[in-house]
């Protein structure tokens, strides 16, 4: 069983930057896909980005250029570096993690981009 804790997320004003971590525990780290969706109250989630097993990245076109995934296969850790934020980018943040087969939820994070 794996578990997966994110945390990170805040009130910003657009333009600013937050970074998101995320904790994956149980299984295997190195051999975890790691990633990021997001979602609107009352809209459906949306993939934002992803952090391959090999550290290969992908990102939603909406973030391309401003946001950032890495990871620390020591501390079983990844992030999301998120810059420029903009209002459009509010939303709560669930990080992932994709391990034999199952894909393992975080509790989500709220951001709120706001002047």
């Known amino acids: 069983q794996v578990q997966v804790v994110g945390s990170g997320g805040g009130l910003v004003q657009p333009g600013e930057s937050l970074r998101l971590s995320c904790v994956a525990s149980?299984?295997?780290?190195?051999?975890?896909?790691m990633g990021w969706y997001r979602q609107v109250p009352g809209g459906q989630r949306d993939w934002v980005a992803g952090?391959?097993?090999?550290?290969?990245?992908n990102y939603a076109d909406s973030v391309k250029g401003r946001f950032t995934a890495s990871r620390d296969n020591e501390k079983k850790m990844a992030y999301l570096q998120m810059n420029n934020l903009r209002p459009y980018d509010t939303a709560m943040y669930y990080c992932y993690g994709y391990y034999l087969g199952t894909t393992y939820w975080g509790q989500g994070t709220q951001v709120t981009v706001s002047s």
């Open positions: 149980g299984g295997i780290f190195s051999r975890t896909d």
């Open positions: 952090i391959q097993r090999d550290g290969t990245t």
